[in-house]
């Protein structure tokens, strides 16, 4: 299989990704959305270590999971506080940084 | 203990600060100990200091003590130090401020007992006595304005010192302004020394001048800016106008800072410059009319003041004139020994007059006064004592210190200022006498509220005021003129190390005699007309003024000078300021600084628009970034 396939899967994922993240009101799918796009990321890196043969861009691999586990408990404690400040998680509504 | 000469101003600063800092916990009884105790303790070194020189003093050597405590002001080859210096006109200053000083702050115990600012009276009144010590001692002109503005303070505080009241606190303000204007001229002159004398130390002035270093203009120019300071400082023309606004303040204050030391401050200084403005005679000149005419002035305004505290007020303006018109024909001895004199009997009269003031309840006009001399015995005859002293009648301290300043006059042929001195004695013998008759004797003119309350001062008062009485009536007899026998005046020659003898007088015994006689029959001539105006037929001075209703007028007024001043100076200064803050402060200035302000805000406000608070919009415009920088590299 070439990996121009994987290539254009990724990129497919993360555009998904990119679309549901900003047009998704809702945070928890937001969050999700962010999930894709990483993981998008994750499969360009994994296919660019094939084609290359290098193993470089799979240790990098491991450090997004591993950021994104971490991206992935702090996110979620945040939706939790806002839900029981704000008794909903729609992101429209939350403004406060507004200028 | 003389070694420890220059503890003498230490021990009142020590007090003060105390006072100050631990003031609100000490009881009163404790601060009525220790405030007065500081001062007698000076007044103790000083004599013993005094003894230390008197021997010396009287030959022709000129030795003080002197204690450098730490270099002060050090630059190139350019120094001034911490110097305390203790001679023969120092002697007698600190003995006076320290001395007169003790006595009025023991009256003070009884005069403020009632007040509920207990301790910051005494505060105050330790700080002054220090800040006249520091000045009296200073051993350079530069710690010597130390001094004498630390004196300005301690007046500006005290005079202000029940600053509820509009009027005390507008006429601190009113002599603190006035001061000012003294001391930039003080200051310029300072300048001036400094630059061109490169020291500040009195003996090397001395020197420079003596070696004659010094062009005889600039030595004028110098000595006319110290007058001048010297006219804020002690009330001559035209500078005068804020010490009889001064008796807002606390009555003994009146009689410590208004009347004995601070007043006097412009004396001392003439007379420790005394070569500098005999080196000039323009100066020396100036000095001696400006002194004869405030003599007579200050009187003639003191004639028509119903104000108890003013009347003496004006007075001592009109004393401290006569010590001028002395420093001025070079009598500087005499001048100090009037300051000396003055000291004692001017401070009676004000702590006397405190004193009635304290029987009537706080009145002041003289008006509501009359017949008090059975109800006040003791204020009575001690003010009677100071009346009679400062009137100048023959063999009371007043006396001698006066004849002598006259004499002088007419030895310096300067047969005019000897007249305005002679007007200016029978005009005090007249206003005093005045005051006496319109107090102490005729009808009870006060309320039956304020009979039923009337008494006499309770001992703490009263004994200093005997204390002072005593010396007004023997401090004389330390320099009596020369009719008496050729070295009775011991005064004189103590001083002779410090004070220069430009001239030597010749004046024949006879002359000498003549001229006594005619300042004694000036003095009871003073007398006898206040005499038959206030208690033989009391109905002439009302025939007097509606005679002549435009000089009354005039008198009565002060000869309008505060109105005066406040057209040629004061309103054209408001005028001018509010001109300059609402056509360049508010537009240009506030303007720059708002603007500036303002800018900053308006962008502000329009890039905040940017900030929605929104995800979405970040995320938008985060990924469309991306996108773009991506794009760029990519093609």
Redesign the interface.
């Known amino acids: 299989m070439s990996p121009v396939a994987f290539f254009i899967l990724s990129l497919l994922l993360f555009t998904l990704g990119?679309l549901a993240?900003?047009f998704k009101r809702d945070l928890i799918t937001?969050f999700m959305a962010i999930e894709i796009m990483l993981n998008a990321a994750n499969l360009a890196l994994v296919a660019g270590a094939k084609t290359w043969a290098s193993l470089d861009s799979q240790v990098v691999v491991f450090f997004v999971i591993t950021v994104a586990a971490a991206e992935a408990a702090v996110g979620l404690a945040i939706i939790l506080l806002i839900y029981r400040q704000k008794k909903n998680i729609r992101?429209?509504e939350?403004?406060?940084?507004?200028? | 203990m003389s070694e420890y000469f220059w503890l003498i101003p230490l021990f009142p600063a020590a007090s003060s600060f105390i006072l100050v800092i631990f003031g609100r916990w000490l009881p009163k009884k404790y601060v009525s100990v220790q405030a007065p105790l500081a001062v007698l303790l000076s007044f103790i070194f000083g004599l013993a200091s005094f003894l230390k020189i008197y021997p010396r003093g009287l030959g022709h050597e000129a030795a003080g003590l002197s204690k450098t405590l730490f270099s002060w002001i050090h630059s190139g080859s350019f120094q001034i130090d911490f110097t305390f210096w203790f001679d023969q006109l120092t002697a007698v200053m600190v003995l006076v401020v320290s001395g007169v000083g003790f006595i009025i702050h023991v009256y003070s115990i009884g005069y403020m007992a009632e007040d509920r600012s207990y301790t910051r009276y005494f505060s105050l009144l330790n700080l002054f006595t220090f800040a006249m010590l520091l000045l009296v001692m200073a051993g350079n002109m530069v710690l010597m304005f130390v001094g004498w503005e630390g004196v300005g303070l301690c007046s500006y505080l005290l005079i202000g010192f029940w600053f509820e009241r509009p009027s005390a606190a507008s006429a601190g303000k009113k002599a603190f302004i006035v001061n000012r204007i003294g001391d930039a001229a003080f200051l310029l002159g300072l300048f001036f020394l400094l630059f061109n004398f490169k020291t500040a130390s009195f003996p090397e002035i001395n020197r420079a001048l003596t070696d004659g270093r010094i062009s005889s203009s600039l030595a004028t120019l110098i000595a006319l800016l110290f007058f001048a300071g010297a006219t804020g400082k002690s009330a001559q023309i035209p500078l005068y106008v804020w010490l009889p606004d001064a008796m807002e303040g606390p009555t003994p204050v009146s009689a410590l800072i208004h009347a004995a030391t601070m007043v006097t401050a412009g004396v001392y200084m003439v007379s420790r410059l005394n070569v500098l403005y005999s080196y000039s005679g323009i100066a020396a000149e100036v000095v001696a009319i400006i002194g004869a005419l405030t003599a007579v002035y200050a009187g003639t305004i003191a004639l028509t003041q119903f104000d108890i505290k003013r009347v003496l007020a004006y007075s001592t303006i009109s004393q401290i004139g006569y010590m001028f018109l002395g420093c001025g024909v070079g009598a500087f001895a005499a001048g100090m020994f009037h300051l000396y004199t003055h000291a004692f009997f001017k401070s009676l009269l004000f702590l006397a007059a405190g004193s009635v003031m304290h029987a009537l309840s706080g009145e002041l006009d003289m008006r509501r006064m009359g017949g008090l001399k059975k109800h006040l015995p003791i204020t009575y005859s001690t003010f009677l004592i100071g009346a009679i002293t400062i009137a100048g009648v023959p063999f009371f301290s007043g006396f001698f210190s006066k004849d002598a300043i006259l004499t002088q006059c007419y030895a310096q042929g300067k047969y005019f200022l000897w007249l305005l001195g002679l007007t200016g004695a029978i005009i005090t013998a007249f206003y005093m006498f005045r005051l006496i008759f319109l107090t102490f004797h005729g009808q009870e003119r006060f309320s039956a509220e304020i009979r039923h309350h009337l008494h006499e001062s309770p001992p703490v008062m009263t004994i200093p005021l005997i204390i002072l009485a005593f010396f007004s009536i023997i401090a004389g007899y330390i320099g009596l003129p020369v009719v008496f026998g050729h070295d009775l005046n011991f005064f004189e020659r103590f001083l002779e190390p410090v004070i220069i003898r430009a001239y030597e007088t010749h004046l024949s015994l006879g002359i000498e005699w003549l001229l006594i006689i005619i300042s004694s029959v000036i003095a009871f001539v003073g007398i006898f007309l206040a005499y038959v105006f206030y208690l033989k037929s009391p109905h002439l001075p009302h025939q007097l003024a509606s005679r002549f209703p435009g000089v009354y007028r005039l008198l009565f007024n002060k000869y309008y000078v505060d109105e005066i001043y406040n057209i040629l100076f004061v309103k054209p200064l408001v005028k001018g300021s509010e001109m300059v803050y609402y056509n360049f402060d508010l537009p240009i200035i506030d303007g720059a600084v708002n603007g500036s302000a303002k800018t900053v805000s308006f962008f502000g406000r329009i890039?905040?628009?940017?900030?929605?608070?929104?995800?979405?919009d970040y995320?938008?415009v985060f990924?469309l970034g991306v996108a773009i920088i991506l794009g760029l590299i990519l093609f």
């Open positions: 990119a993240f900003l937001q992101s429209e939350i403004n406060l940084l507004k200028g | 890039l905040s628009l940017v900030q929605s608070g929104l995800i979405r995320a938008l990924i």
